[in-house]
């Protein structure tokens, strides 16, 4: 299914170092963000959006989904980087600190009055706000719904930990009301959600674990901060064989339901219904994404 982009892998390359910009094309991540925001010395934001602007153009046989990070609209950077960037047509642009569904509002204005002057598509632009503080977190769910450019919901630990005086641990109990507010949020307004980055490269390990914890909440991807963590990423969201095997069974016995006459079936002594049958759905487009399946289904399943 065409509609269905991965977003499994989101990988930041800071916009002021040349060399990690030309490795963009090799990345094997499903998204790279290019990042004007933290990882930009504040003496050196002009020069780095220019770069990206000349690398965006320059990047034309793209690989992969290009988005941008700028800096926050409430600085004096966010939006000259809007400014010289979105002539370059990355796909889309990473907002960071989304507090409030105004703020989102005000990019999406700023969009399509640049999409008119550039005479491309209204909506071309995709935005990725970034839940980054307990405000945000409060107004998460206003902000998914906010705009039709919005892909996902992303999830900022490290900003948000700041905004409640805390310390972010490797455990990550401290997250749980916050992840899980986003995953809602997300959820709810049909889009993806993104957790935050491991910025601990070293512990290979302790990265897995958080991205198999992450998975069990609903995320459907992950940022990252260095490419060697791209393969545990796609490792643990790709769908197991016998997951695949499973919703393929279920796919099966919803379509004999319908044929006699009946939108519930047994399968192994469980009832498969609609609920069901959504997830396998799902399941089976995401293999189909990865290219694990050769085919999936059409909508008309759930519906009979």
Known sequence: M??????????????????????????????????????????????????????????????????????????????????????AMPDGIRLPKADTPEIVERLDTFLTEHEEALGVEIGRFRILPSIESALGVINCIDVAATSTRILGLAFGA???????????????????????????????????AIDTIFSDVKDMEGFRRETELVKTLGFTGKSLVNPRQIEVVHEVFAPKPEEIDYARQVIEAIQRARE?????????????????????????????????????????????
């Open 2 to 87: 065409s509609s269905f982009t991965l977003r499994r892998s989101l990988l930041y390359v800071p916009g002021n170092m040349p060399s990690m910009l030309q490795n963009i094309p090799v990345f094997a991540a499903d998204t790279v963000i290019i990042d004007l925001e933290d990882a930009v010395p504040l003496g050196e934001k002009d020069a780095a959006r220019r770069l990206v602007r000349r690398f965006l153009e320059n990047y034309r046989d793209r690989r992969q989904e290009v988005l941008v990070r700028i800096n926050a609209l409430d600085t004096e950077w966010g939006f000259d980087d809007l400014r010289e960037v979105l002539p």
């Open 158 to 192: 490290e900003d948000y930990t700041a905004s409640m005086e805390i310390e972010r641990t490797k455990s990550g109990e401290e997250l749980f009301n916050a992840r899980s507010r986003v995953v809602w949020a997300a959820k709810a307004a049909g889009v993806q």
């Open 260 to 304: 006699m006459g009946t939108g519930v079936i047994s399968l192994g002594g469980k009832m498969v219904d609609a609920p069901v049958v959504k997830r396998a759905l799902r399941v089976i487009r995401t293999a189909y994404a990865q290219g694990l399946v050769d085919e999936v289904p059409g909508e008309e399943v759930l519906r009979g």
